[in-house]
């Protein structure tokens, strides 16, 4: 399914490196997300626009800043990461927050 | 809180049946969704239901039970493609995390 892409597949970055992840959707939706996926833990909610208003979750740190210029487009900035941020990032989008989530392919980020 | 169980990891025979299951622990309950990923890939939306009952779709089905906070995931004629992860997720009513999800449960398909 291409309805969820985002950008790169992969990512390697230093400490001290800034760097931006991209997700766009196709879908016509107005809600979409950032998760994170660590190894045998569950999905983890980082951020959610709706309408691009956003909600964020209060337990992610601020070396992640997360952008959303229009409903189709979702960035998460990265700066002065942290080597347990290294996990799969995972876009979604959905038509509302209470229908079902689509999901991109994600971005593997390995901090060194 | 939130908290969800499922079991890890199963394993089952090429052709057969197997149900997943799922128990769950939350306030503001909005339905139970279950996602499917192989490995390496997105988590692919499989059901949601948000009344007791059996939902069927193909080879899948699955059930809720709200007053157990109980749901399954039924898999029948099982092919090797359908080795991955099944992730049960609780959609909420309020609050930022408007989708709690299980750690999942690896499934592997054996000839």
């Known amino acids: 399914e291409t309805g969820v892409t985002q950008t790169p597949r992969h990512l390697v970055m230093g400490m001290t490196n800034k760097k931006s992840l991209k997700c766009e959707q196709h879908?016509?939706?107005?809600?979409m997300y950032w998760y994170k996926q660590s190894a045998k833990k569950p999905l983890e909610l980082m951020f959610v626009?709706?309408?691009?208003?956003?909600?964020e979750n209060n337990s992610v740190p601020s070396r992640f800043s997360p952008e959303c210029p229009n409903s189709s487009h979702l960035f998460l900035h990265l700066h002065t990461l942290q080597p347990e941020d290294s996990a799969l990032y995972l876009c979604?989008?959905?038509?509302?927050?209470?229908?079902?989530?689509?999901f991109g392919d994600g971005t593997r980020l390995s901090i060194l | 809180g939130q908290n969800i169980d499922q079991p890890t990891e199963m394993t089952a025979t090429e052709g057969a049946i197997v149900q997943i299951n799922c128990t769950y622990q939350?306030?503001?309950?909005?339905?139970l969704f279950w996602y499917q990923q192989h490995a390496g890939e997105a988590p692919t939306f499989l059901s949601y239901?948000?009344?007791?009952g059996l939902e069927e779709k193909g080879r899948f089905s699955s059930f809720l039970s709200r007053s157990k906070g109980y749901s399954y995931l039924l898999l029948k004629e099982l092919q090797m493609k359908d080795s991955a992860s099944y992730l049960c997720?609780?959609?909420?009513?309020?609050?930022?995390?408007?989708?709690?999800f299980g750690t999942g449960t690896r499934l592997t398909v054996i000839p």
């Open positions: 939350t306030s503001g309950f909005n339905g």
């Open positions: 626009y709706s309408l691009e208003e956003r909600v």
């Open positions: 979604a989008s959905s038509q509302d927050r209470a229908q079902p989530q689509h």
């Open positions: 239901n948000v009344l007791d």
């Open positions: 879908l016509g939706h107005n809600a």
């Open positions: 997720a609780v959609g909420l009513k309020t609050g930022a995390n408007n989708l709690f």
